[in-house]
């Protein structure tokens, strides 16, 4: 063995094992439980950033010990490829966005594997290849002839920087989720898919999914939304009907005025005649878009001069255009109680109109009115002064106001949802073609199936603004597949996140060229365990969930949901914050890795938080992994140099120490299957501690049989943290007849834990001074005068009277002395 430890030479023998042994390439095999995991594939940026190290050495590190639990495990990779930042960067750097993407994912590619992570890399997925998205838009024609997929104008949330349509999940505190320009209002022609079909399902299929973090499941419930309540239909005068869903249609008789967002066609039809409403209008449109700040700006409006007539009392009620009412959002239109909703509250306070309540807590015996001098009363309660439904309770007036409205043909009992189907379609030139065709005789075509894919051309000229395929005649202008006449393709391209919606599937039919998926997604889905940000929770975890219902409802799987168990790794911090290029707070992978080896670094990313937490960037804990591994090599090779054991058995006191081996064993193995990694790495120091203590003592036979066992161990629990070097001691001290990779998990010997002796260790005011053995079925007063009577704690009490001794089973004896 070589004495000096050599992290670059350990880890480039270690991998280039592995290459040749194709130790990760697996097979669809059924003698074995097979094991899918997944960590979400990265953007090729260009190079890998600590957050992207946390999540792909988690991932390793679970398929490692899955793997050497002796189960078929499928880890693959690949690159979610398309996307605007490459146009951006190719504009930079005068490069096509092909060209930039591709080089990036070469050097993206070499240091995913400089971190030694077990990859089937047969298995890569480039998204922005024809071969991947070919199927993408296979299945989004058969989509669009199921009416699952269509183009429709529509108010969309418009980036005017990006000059692109974002999703409703894209659209954080009214900015673009990417670059942080303030959302405009528009309507424009999109393509949608209906996810709003799948609600209901989408909904009931997180109590399915135990094995996912609650708060993830409780985001996607809360943006789904499902809401019961009433829809009312109001008439306006000189307008029409007037449709309002309502979620307490107890509380009708206090309504008020009425409210519709700014392009709702009231609101349109107004502004014609009325300048006010059309400058308010021009306002909205570039307003900020998102529920969560609507609800908090200011509540403003303009009157339309329009008159609702209430269905139950007739009273005339004034309707406002108002910026808090999404168009979105069941018609465009709300109904305002102020009495009972903050929002109404605080908008009828500014413009002066009535506040009539009809609701209060039950038992409330003063004025009605006083109840909301000050703020809305949102609760339940009991009806006042509304007419024949007045002392009802909320709940019974619920019924009773709905039956009362269908009688009259003025309202239904519905289910209202928050979510709108899926906009996916996307002004910009660097993602999938989608596969239509614009026909001034036929309308909208297919492309057919023998004319897929539709092939984004990669010498692209970035433009500024809107999609540069409209600029090329060779991709613009086809004959229609229908009559053969001239007609235009579509030149918008797919939402990046219809790519990553089914990718993990591809991964078990990565070389069939004939068909999008086949039976091998059989044997591999679900994914067992998923791995990645919270940041997904609702954008690419919602999409996945059902897209692979779309994939299930035309026959390409047969599951329901993609992902099994899930997990959220929590933040890569620095000096408290996230890690940030603006912030001058990020620290290079690629330099730690040359300064120390990869496994360093993948040991201080396990011990350094458990995975769901965030973990703190420290340069001191990074440089004491890496003692950590070089006392490992040392205390190797002291093992190494020791004489080969012949004998069997142990004497009383090794066969304590080696009981203390295996508690340690049977704690890491607990904590490895609840992914308590950070402790496993502290119990596997602590074994290496207990070897070395063993290596101080006199050579004997015992002691070197135990320490080549207790070294076993140790590099077995270590193996799939730092695979490189557990790899290389393991072959040079000859500890199994296979690599390390392919050993056996450890497995507790329950019968050594079953002790006779057990080790005690002795404080005397607290401050360890000895250790003791006694029987385990020792009684306290043998424990007390054996510990008294030790020859080092005497000499720590010379002088000095006993006040009281306190003897903790199975772990120590405290002697307080004065």
Same mark, same amino acid.
């Given at each position: 063995?070589?004495?000096?430890?050599?992290p670059?030479d350990?880890?480039?023998?270690?991998?280039?094992?592995?290459?040749?042994?194709?130790?990760?390439?697996?097979t669809?095999?059924?003698?074995?439980?097979k094991f899918?995991?997944?960590?979400m594939?990265?953007?090729?940026?260009?190079?890998?950033?600590?957050?992207?190290?946390?999540?792909?050495?988690?991932?390793?590190?679970?398929?490692?010990w899955?793997?050497?639990?002796?189960?078929n495990?499928?880890?693959?990779?690949?690159?979610?490829?398309?996307?605007?930042p490459?146009e951006?960067?190719?504009?930079?750097?005068?490069?096509?966005?092909?060209?930039?993407?591709?080089?990036?994912?070469?050097?993206?590619?070499d240091?995913?594997k400089?971190?030694?992570?077990?990859?089937?890399?047969?298995?890569?997925?480039?998204?922005?290849?024809?071969?991947?998205?070919?199927?993408?838009?296979?299945?989004?024609?058969?989509?669009?002839?199921?009416?699952?997929?269509?183009?429709?104008?529509?108010p969309?949330?418009?980036?005017?920087?990006?000059q692109?349509?974002?999703?409703?999940e894209?659209?954080?505190?009214?900015?673009?989720?990417r670059?942080?320009?303030?959302?405009?209002r528009?309507?424009?022609?999109?393509?949608?898919?209906?996810?709003?079909a799948?609600?209901?399902?989408l909904?009931?299929?997180?109590?399915?999914?135990?094995?996912?973090?609650?708060?993830?499941?409780?985001?996607?419930?809360?943006?789904i939304?499902?809401?019961?309540?009433?829809?009312?239909?109001?008439?306006?005068?000189?307008?029409g009907?007037?449709?309002?869903?309502?979620?307490?249609?107890?509380?009708l008789?206090?309504?008020?005025?009425l409210?519709?967002a700014?392009?709702?066609?009231?609101?349109?039809?107004?502004?014609?005649?009325?300048?006010?409403v059309?400058?308010?209008r021009?306002?909205?449109?570039v307003?900020q878009?998102?529920?969560?700040?609507?609800?908090?700006?200011e509540?403003?409006?303009?009157?339309t001069?329009?008159?609702?007539?209430?269905?139950?009392?007739?009273?005339?009620?004034?309707?406002?255009?108002a910026?808090?009412?999404?168009?979105?959002?069941?018609?465009?239109?709300?109904?305002a109680v102020?009495?009972?909703?903050?929002?109404?509250?605080?908008?009828?306070?500014?413009?002066?109109?009535?506040?009539?309540?009809?609701v209060?807590?039950?038992?409330?015996?003063?004025?009605?009115?006083?109840?909301?001098?000050?703020?809305?009363?949102t609760?339940?309660?009991?009806?006042?002064?509304?007419?024949?439904?007045?002392g009802?309770t909320?709940?019974?007036?619920?019924?009773?106001?709905?039956?009362?409205l269908a009688?009259i043909?003025?309202?239904?009992?519905?289910?209202?949802?928050?979510?709108r189907?899926?906009?996916?379609?996307?002004?910009?030139?660097?993602?999938?073609?989608?596969?239509?065709?614009?026909?001034?005789?036929?309308?909208?075509v297919?492309?057919?199936?023998?004319?897929?894919p539709v092939?984004?051309?990669?010498?692209?000229?970035?433009?500024?603004?809107?999609?540069?395929?409209?600029?090329?005649?060779?991709f613009?202008?086809?004959p229609?597949?229908?009559?053969?006449?001239?007609?235009?393709?579509?030149?918008?391209?797919?939402?990046?996140?219809?790519e990553?919606?089914?990718?993990?599937a591809?991964?078990c039919?990565?070389?069939?060229?004939?068909?999008?998926?086949?039976?091998?997604?059989?044997?591999?889905?679900?994914?067992?365990?998923?791995?990645?940000?919270?940041?997904?929770?609702?954008?690419?975890?919602?999409?996945?969930?059902?897209?692979n219902?779309?994939?299930?409802?035309?026959?390409?799987?047969r599951?329901?949901?993609?992902f099994t168990?899930l997990?959220?790794?929590?933040m890569?911090?620095?000096?408290?914050?996230?890690?940030?290029k603006s912030?001058?707070n990020?620290?290079?992978?690629?330099a730690?890795?040359?300064?120390?080896?990869?496994?360093?670094?993948?040991?201080f990313?396990?011990?350094a938080?458990?995975p769901?937490?965030?973990?703190?960037?420290?340069?001191?804990?990074?440089a004491?992994?890496?003692?950590?591994l070089?006392?490992l090599?040392?205390l190797?090779?002291a093992?190494?140099?020791?004489?080969?054991?012949?004998?069997?058995?142990?004497?009383?006191?090794?066969k304590?120490?080696?009981?203390?081996m295996?508690?340690?064993?049977?704690?890491?193995?607990?904590?490895?299957? %609840?992914?308590?990694?950070?402790? &496993?790495? =502290?119990? *596997?120091?602590?074994?290496?501690?207990?070897? @070395?203590? #063993?290596? /101080? +003592?006199?050579?004997?036979?015992a002691?070197?049989?135990?320490l080549?066992?207790?070294?076993?161990?140790?590099?077995?629990?270590?193996?799939p943290?730092?695979?490189?070097?557990?790899?290389?001691?393991?072959?040079?001290l000859k500890?199994?007849?296979a690599?390390?990779?392919?050993?056996p998990?450890?497995?507790?010997?329950?019968?050594?834990?079953?002790?006779?002796?057990?080790r005690?260790?002795?404080?005397?005011?607290?401050? %360890?001074?000895?250790?003791?053995? &006694?029987? =385990?079925? *020792?009684?306290?007063?043998?424990?007390?005068? @054996?510990? #008294?009577? /030790? +020859?080092?704690?005497?000499?720590h009490?010379?002088g000095?009277?006993v006040?009281?001794?306190?003897?903790?089973?199975?772990?120590?004896?405290?002697?307080?002395a004065?």
């Amino acid at each position: 063995m070589d004495e000096r430890y050599s992290p670059i030479d350990v880890e480039r023998e270690a991998q280039a094992y592995w290459v040749e042994a194709r130790s990760f390439e697996v097979t669809e095999d059924a003698s074995r439980p097979k094991f899918y995991c997944l960590s979400m594939f990265p953007y090729p940026s260009g190079r890998l950033h600590m957050g992207h190290v946390r999540n792909y050495t988690l991932g390793d590190v679970i398929s490692r010990w899955r793997r050497m639990q002796g189960m078929n495990v499928l880890q693959p990779m690949g690159w979610d490829a398309f996307g605007l930042p490459a146009e951006g960067a190719a504009e930079r750097h005068g490069v096509p966005p092909a060209q930039w993407t591709y080089d990036n994912i070469a050097a993206m590619r070499d240091q995913l594997k400089r971190l030694g992570l077990g990859y089937d890399w047969r298995r890569e997925i480039t998204t922005c290849r024809p071969e991947y998205y070919r199927w993408e838009q296979w299945l989004f024609t058969r989509l669009y002839r199921k009416g699952l997929a269509y183009r429709a104008t529509a108010p969309v949330n418009w980036c005017p920087k990006d000059q692109t349509v974002l999703a409703n999940e894209q659209v954080v505190e009214g900015r673009c989720w990417r670059c942080d320009t303030e959302v405009e209002r528009r309507e424009i022609p999109q393509w949608f898919l209906r996810i709003t079909a799948f609600a209901d399902e989408l909904l009931a299929g997180l109590e399915t999914l135990p094995g996912w973090p609650e708060r993830v499941a409780t985001m996607q419930r809360n943006w789904i939304g499902r809401s019961e309540g009433a829809e009312i239909r109001f008439l306006v005068e000189g307008y029409g009907p007037l449709t309002v869903f309502t979620t307490r249609p107890d509380t009708l008789m206090g309504a008020t005025y009425l409210a519709v967002a700014s392009e709702h066609p009231l609101a349109i039809l107004a502004g014609a005649t009325r300048p006010a409403v059309a400058h308010f209008r021009d306002e909205c449109r570039v307003a900020q878009t998102a529920e969560a700040v609507l609800e908090t700006m200011e509540k403003r409006g303009v009157d339309t001069g329009f008159y609702a007539t209430h269905p139950l009392t007739g009273r005339r009620l004034p309707v406002y255009v108002a910026n808090f009412v999404l168009m979105g959002y069941g018609e465009g239109a709300v109904m305002a109680v102020p009495a009972h909703d903050e929002r109404d509250f605080a908008f009828a306070t500014r413009y002066e109109l009535p506040i009539v309540p009809v609701v209060v807590p039950e038992g409330y015996e003063g004025r009605a009115q006083d109840l909301v001098r000050d703020a809305a009363y949102t609760g339940a309660g009991r009806l006042v002064d509304s007419g024949p439904f007045t002392g009802l309770t909320s709940d019974e007036a619920r019924g009773r106001v709905v039956a009362a409205l269908a009688h009259i043909g003025a309202g239904a009992a519905r289910v209202q949802w928050r979510l709108r189907d899926w906009g996916v379609s996307r002004q910009r030139y660097w993602g999938t073609p989608i596969p239509m065709i614009h026909c001034e005789a036929c309308g909208v075509v297919a492309v057919p199936d023998q004319d897929l894919p539709v092939v984004l051309p990669e010498d692209v000229v970035i433009s500024k603004g809107g999609s540069a395929l409209g600029a090329r005649a060779d991709f613009l202008n086809v004959p229609c597949p229908q009559c053969g006449r001239a007609a235009r393709r579509e030149t918008d391209t797919f939402d990046t996140f219809m790519e990553s919606s089914w990718y993990y599937a591809r991964y078990c039919s990565f070389d069939n060229a004939g068909q999008m998926l086949d039976a091998r997604v059989e044997h591999w889905l679900p994914v067992d365990q998923y791995i990645g940000g919270i940041e997904h929770a609702i954008l690419h975890l919602l999409y996945a969930r059902f897209f692979n219902r779309l994939m299930r409802d035309e026959g390409l799987v047969r599951h329901d949901e993609p992902f099994t168990r899930l997990l959220t790794q929590g933040m890569v911090l620095k000096d408290g914050t996230k890690m940030s290029k603006s912030k001058g707070n990020t620290v290079d992978p690629q330099a730690l890795i040359d300064r120390y080896g990869a496994d360093t670094a993948r040991l201080f990313i396990m011990f350094a938080a458990p995975p769901e937490q965030s973990l703190e960037w420290s340069d001191d804990a990074v440089a004491g992994a890496h003692r950590f591994l070089k006392k490992l090599w040392t205390l190797a090779h002291a093992i190494a140099a020791r004489p080969v054991a012949t004998g069997v058995g142990y004497d009383e006191a090794h066969k304590a120490v080696r009981a203390d081996m295996q508690a340690l064993l049977d704690q890491a193995l607990r904590d490895y299957e %609840r992914y308590h990694f950070n402790t &496993v790495v =502290a119990a *596997c120091m602590s074994l290496a501690n207990m070897l @070395q203590k #063993l290596l /101080d +003592e006199p050579v004997s036979d015992a002691g070197s049989r135990l320490l080549r066992e207790g070294l076993s161990l140790l590099l077995r629990l270590l193996a799939p943290i730092v695979p490189h070097i557990t790899h290389r001691l393991w072959q040079d001290l000859k500890l199994g007849p296979a690599p390390i990779v392919d050993a056996p998990w450890p497995v507790v010997d329950a019968e050594a834990l079953k002790r006779t002796t057990v080790r005690l260790v002795v404080q005397v005011n607290g401050k %360890r001074r000895s250790e003791i053995m &006694v029987d =385990a079925d *020792c009684d306290r007063a043998t424990i007390e005068a @054996q510990a #008294l009577a /030790d +020859e080092m704690v005497r000499k720590h009490l010379d002088g000095k009277a006993v006040a009281k001794v306190v003897v903790v089973p199975g772990r120590l004896v405290n002697i307080v002395a004065t």
